[in-house]
């Protein structure tokens, strides 16, 4: 449909239980109305009496006019907010106003659509928006802004393009995620009053401290309780979230790539198109969100579909220490308990026996590996496991070939050097050179020995993001080195069809959905202390489910923490995620390897339910020491929780174990499923046990609960239930 300026044009997207209305009559931007619940057939009279719906356009005989809240308000129409665009053409044209032109809507069987387009004539700037709602009520949004200026005319400079998006002024709480290396996605609430809650991450990348989904609800929302509105940020490089109340109620969620000063600057007929912001409404808490967010990545059609292989990494195993025997001893304890990938992590090339040296000579070394990786990479084939190997292409030791032979390649201000740390610099991607011996070598590496799977890290934060050499010598190159670092995931993929590829960023510093277009999973962390990981895996899957998290057994003492765990919990906790293993298993004993492939073959039975599965995260206020977590199949045939005792609690015993997500109606089996390495005192020693096995409806499970046996701290009990009737 094509608005027309003072005529009512209500459009109404609708799917999956949620609602986007629009007010696109202009003359000003489409505004968003309604975004929520599903209100059923509506007239124009209805839409008129939403409470947002209300906006007197100026005229000739009125003084004054409502402010609306556009898809991209601007203070130019009195908008007190945070602006969605804000730039300026040498000095001039600084305040943007839009005028609509077009709006049009499409409906496929992937959701619904509405593109528009607003103009600004004094600025000579065009705006294209595209707004989806998917097929599984997830709200999709992005623009793109052109310069329309004739040739030879002053370019424009893009300060800052966000996406805003207003919510129920009912939004009293805020809820987003926060952390440090090895300590990810811990969530964090606090009240939103009037003024703007903002977090900025200016690392170049997501960050270990990133929000991942920004959610603000109405009071005291939960895992599995209130009405709740999260945004996500598809962007992998320096990135903006907000949440803001104005004084006069209206209140917003917003995120966008955070620019740098004249990174963007277009001449005549260039553009700039943010990544994309997800959006997810929710009337049953953030495992609601959670629900949609999953639902929507598992219909894309690059997602994995096939089981995912039991991993062993070799990096907690052997460190730098390579060999063929060594790699050789530990594949054959691998492929005995059940493994099914085997990837050979940092060590295997140029002069890289410590973290600092040899970073970016992307060459097998002849000093480890003097007939190449093809033995070991033979050996484990034979064994029945795909080989995969450790790269770090977007990083460089200043000890390197690459670093001495072309310094232009590594980011930072001509004249200058950026602070090192981890004794690495920036490689700049977007540097013709640089780029293309990136794909020669990985892309080489990959197809000489058959590799499936790429364990892609970045371990360091991006400083002074210049280019230093290259066609855009002394500019700024953040926004460049992502787009380039997609382009060369999505090469290689074209290249190699069927290569995996996973995120792994000093652990969980780069988990977002810009990322994910070109990856397979996500490493959520490099701490896999089990007690911390329970947390961890806690936030992350908030964002994305279980298949594309990977999840492994360490070794007894944890090599971030030093922590000593117990098997049974090691065991447990990694369950749930894409499972493997970090850990000399070659150091473990017969009755230790037959435990491990007991666990290897129930993990491969489940993992059909953990990878399909929709999330279920229980509050526990009444027994906070705890945590309960798993996924419920898609039918409510089955399940499959954990219960964590993290610390001691004031209490004796535990609070009930109360599970969400099953029929009501359908009654359950309930199994505690023993971990190898469980002791027979696992429970505490005189009390009472409760029974192993039960059956019970699914509204008692969900309402009452059953009694949880007696945890010491630091221990856990897996649960499955299978529907009897």
């Known amino acids: 449909m ?86 300026h053409r040498g000095g001039t044209a600084s305040q943007p106003l839009f005028d609509l032109v077009a709006a049009t809507s499409t409906s496929t069987p992937a959701g619904d659509q509405l593109s528009y387009r607003g103009m600004d004539q004094a600025a000579r700037l065009q705006l294209d928006g595209e707004l989806e709602l998917t097929a599984d009520g997830v709200v999709r949004h992005r623009q793109r802004v052109t310069s329309t200026a004739a040739s030879g005319d002053e370019p424009y400079v893009v300060d800052d393009l966000t996406i805003v998006l207003p919510v129920s002024e009912h939004a009293v709480d805020v809820v987003d995620y926060a952390g440090r290396w090895s300590n990810e996605a811990q969530l964090q609430r606090r009240e939103l009053g009037q003024g703007t809650w903002l977090r900025e991450q200016r690392r170049g990348r997501t960050g270990p401290d990133s929000p991942l989904l920004l959610t603000v609800g109405t009071q005291g929302f939960g895992h599995r309780s209130g009405e709740v509105w999260g945004v996500h940020l598809g962007w992998s490089g320096d990135q903006r979230y907000l949440a803001q109340r104005l004084n006069t109620g209206v209140t917003i969620v917003g995120a966008g790539e955070v620019l740098g000063a004249g990174e963007v600057i277009l001449g005549a007929g260039q553009s700039l198109t943010t990544p994309w912001v997800y959006g997810a409404w929710s009337d049953r808490g ?283 919990l090691r065991l447990a906790v990694a369950l749930f995620g894409h499972a493997g293993f970090e850990w000399d298993l070659t150091s473990t004993s017969a009755r230790e390897r037959e435990e491990l492939t007991s666990w290897v073959r129930f993990a491969k039975s489940v993992r059909p339910l953990v990878h399909s599965g929709e999330l279920v995260r229980m509050d526990r206020p009444a027994d906070p020491g705890t945590t309960v977590y798993g996924v419920v199949s898609r039918d409510r045939s089955e399940a499959l929780f954990v219960l964590v005792r993290v610390s001691a609690a004031a209490r004796y015993g535990c609070a009930p174990v109360v599970f969400g997500g099953l029929d009501s109606g359908v009654r359950y089996r309930v199994r505690r499923v023993p971990m190898p390495g469980e002791g027979p005192d696992v429970h505490g020693p005189a009390v009472r046990t409760p029974p192993a096995e039960l059956e019970a409806r699914g509204d008692l499970l969900m309402r009452a609960g059953i009694e949880a046996p007696t945890l010491r701290p630091e221990q856990a009990t897996v649960y499955h239930l299978t529907a009897t009737r």
């Not at 931007?29 to 599903?38: N, Q």
């Open 286 to 568: 953030l495992d609601g969100a959670s629900a949609r967010l999953h639902a929507m990545l598992r219909r894309r059609p690059d997602h994995p579909r096939r089981p995912r292989p039991i991993v062993l990494n070799t990096w907690e195993a052997v460190y730098f220490e390579h060999s063929f025997e060594r790699l050789a001893a530990l594949a054959d304890v691998a492929a005995e308990i059940g493994v099914e990938r085997f990837v050979v992590d940092d060590g295997w090339f140029g002069s890289r026996r410590s973290e600092r040296s040899g970073l970016g000579d992307w060459y097998v070394s002849d000093d480890v590996w003097p007939e190449g990786l093809a033995p070991i990479a033979d050996h484990v084939r034979a064994r029945g496991m795909d080989f995969g190997l450790w790269v770090e292409p977007e990083m460089a030791n200043p000890d390197s070939e690459l670093a001495r032979a072309h310094p232009d390649w590594l980011l930072g201000t001509p004249g200058r050097m950026p602070p090192p740390s981890r004794s690495q610099q920036v490689v700049d991607l977007a540097h013709p050179d640089a780029y293309a011996y990136l794909l020669e070598r990985i892309s080489g590496v990959v197809a000489d020995y058959d590799v499936a799977f790429l364990k892609w890290d970045h371990n360091r934060d991006t400083a002074d993001p210049v280019h230093r050499g290259g066609p855009r010598a002394g500019h700024p190159a953040m926004h460049e080195q992502i787009l380039a670092l997609y382009r060369l995931m999505a090469q290689l993929r074209e290249r190699h069809p069927g290569l995996e590829i996973e995120s792994c960023s000093s652990g969980g510093a780069r988990i977002d959905y810009g990322v994910l277009e070109h990856t397979d999973r996500v490493w959520a962390s490099d701490c896999i202390d089990p007690v911390e990981r329970v947390r961890i895996v806690a936030g992350v899957s908030t964002l994305l489910p279980f298949e594309l998290i990977g999840a492994h057994v360490g070794a007894p003492r944890s090599h971030t923490t030093g922590r000593v765990s117990d098997l049974a």
């Open 2 to 87: 094509s608005a027309a300026s003072g005529a009512p044009a209500w459009l109404a997207l609708r799917q999956a239980g949620v609602m986007v209305v629009l007010d696109i009559a202009g003359p000003h931007l489409p505004r968003i109305v309604h975004w929520g619940a599903d209100l059923g057939e509506l007239g124009d009279a209805d839409f008129a009496a939403l409470a947002a719906a209300g906006y007197e356009p100026p005229t000739p005989e009125t003084h004054d006019s409502d402010i609306p809240t556009t898809l991209s308000p601007t203070r130019a129409q009195g908008w007190a907010g945070w602006p969605g665009m804000s730039g």
